[in-house]
């Protein structure tokens, strides 16, 4: 039964590259580490709208960090996922999982 707490497969994306970065996680990071992992190109755009609906939700949380002279004085937006958020990513993993069980054989087969 579907809730507002599933994720999509680009929101799982996010979730998972905001976890792998750690306190490294602000908007080109996350991107990089998607398309690096995913082998995806992420626009700016679709990151941060990503991002902002998913910090609606609760499912992340930002802050700006310090002032970056190499930014011009810019400072980052840095990204953590939320207890909620980690519940969502379990849940939709348990799913994924759910679905992908018992169809190895057919995969294979259809490698013949």
């Known amino acids: 039964m579907a809730t507002s707490r599933n994720l999509g497969e680009f929101e799982q994306a996010i979730h998972l590259a905001v976890v792998r970065l750690g306190e490294q996680a602000y908007g080109l990071a ?6 690096a992992c995913a082998g995806r190109r992420v626009t700016h755009g679709a990151a941060y709208s990503t991002l ?12 700006l960090g310090e002032s970056m002279p190499g930014r011009g004085g810019r400072r980052k937006r840095n990204f953590e ?3 909620t958020g980690l519940e969502a990513l379990r849940s939709s993993r348990k799913a994924l999982l759910n679905l ?3 169809i190895e054989e057919v995969l294979e087969e259809s490698r013949s």
């Not at 996350?30 to 398309?35: A, K, P, V, Y």
Request: charged share 40%.
């Open 100 to 102: 992908w069980s018992g």
């Open 52 to 63: 902002d609906r998913l910090e609606d939700k609760r499912l992340l949380r930002s802050w």
């Open 30 to 35: 996350i991107r990089t580490e998607i398309e």
């Open 81 to 83: 996922v939320t207890a």
